[in-house]
């Protein structure tokens, strides 16, 4: 955000009251911030409130004397390298969609040539009207970005999508817009995490990854401008900014899940530690010792999961994909093995019995196999920089630079 010149419009609904805090965020991450606001949002946050805060005067009107005397509204849409409309509300977007300019912040919005990123924020029927929608994807279409919104209590009493995304999220948003993007026009669809197959209603068999690997991949693809779908297991981990994130339980609703996703990706990298086996015949109800033959031991029958990875490598139009090996010994040799008969385009190996590698661990040191058996030995090194350096490997393969 270092250099950024970011100017925040805001529109008048009640999440007007996190801008402050926003401005903050923003502040921090080292841009200058210069606020404009509609009459209406001066309804729920007190313009002196925003001008301490960013340390610059504040923009109310369109026809204010002193205002436009001190800086034109010409002058900040030219002035911002990005313009943040945060509450966006329903009118304020209507706006935008269809080129309205009546008040500072619509004006702005349409005298700049700054990219735009709204943060809507409205009553669940609001959003899910159909004038919103496709105002919505118009705006979209247009190259808009939208972060949120998020699905909770709303302030008007309703339950549902309509919060505006914390200022954390707008503001890391924020800082994927116009940075240099070269996996644009890429569609992404990451699978990370372990997958949970039942045994009975209370009991499940499951595995010990922590989905870091494949948060910190679609992370990155995201950063560096493509479209990304990340399909997750159980995890407390948060969405990264910019990402659709599914989530799912088992390996076969991952599997359709990934199969849904399929046909758009051009990039497919499947971190997740899928469950080979599920239980046969889950219990609807919870399992009691007195109900078995024996209580001493259960035995309990497996049967094989959906290859989802090896599955994807044989369909006919199919994304770059990327396979992953968790190894506890003749890493190499096992690890290409292993690409040969699934038949990926490369394969991320780790040692899981290495110190600072594999489950759990924020890092990971990792080896990448290619097809004609060549291998590329990496330090241990954060999830983040194997993620970077694994998308500039798939940007190669792809025909870009990363
Ligand atoms: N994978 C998958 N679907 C499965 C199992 C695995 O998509 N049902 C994917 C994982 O996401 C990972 C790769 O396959 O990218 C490696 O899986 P792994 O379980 O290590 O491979 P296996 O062939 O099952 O080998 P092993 O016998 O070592 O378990």
Known sequence: MEQRRI?????GGIAAYKTPELVRTLRRGGAAVRCAMTPAAGEFVAPLVLQTVSG???????????????????ALADWADLLIVAPATANTLAKLAHGLADDVVSTVALATQAPLLVAPAMNVNMWRHPATQSNLATLRQRGVRVVGPETGALACGWEG???????????????????????AGEVVLVTAGGTREPVDAVRFLGNRSSG?????????????????????????????????????????????AVLGELPRATIAVMAAAVADFRAARPEIRKIRKE??????TLTLELVRNPDILAEICRHERRPVVVGFAA??????????????????????ANDIAREGSGFDSDTNAVVFVWPGGEVEELPSLPKTEVAALLLDRVAKLRGGDG
């Open 291 to 296: 109900d078995l033959p024996s209580e001493e």
């Open 212 to 256: 870091k690997m494949g948060f910190a991949v679609a992370g990155e693809a995201a950063r560096r401008g493509a479209e990304v779908v990340l399909v997750a297991g159980p995890s407390a981990l948060p969405t990264p900014a910019g990402v659709r994130r599914l989530d799912v339980e088992t390996a076969q609703e991952m599997r359709e």
């Open 7 to 11: 100017v925040l419009g805001v529109t």
């Open 161 to 183: 999508e309509g919060r505006m995304a914390e200022p954390a999220a707008i503001a890391a948003a924020a800082a994927l817009v116009g940075g240099p993007r070269p996996l």
């Open 56 to 74: 610059e005067p504040v923009r109310t009107g369109l026809f204010d004397r002193v205002e436009e005397g001190a800086i034109d509204h010409v």
């Open 327 to 348: 190894e506890s010994q003749d890493l190499v040799e096992t690890a290409r093995r292993k690409l040969a008969r699934k038949g990926c385009d490369l394969l991320v």
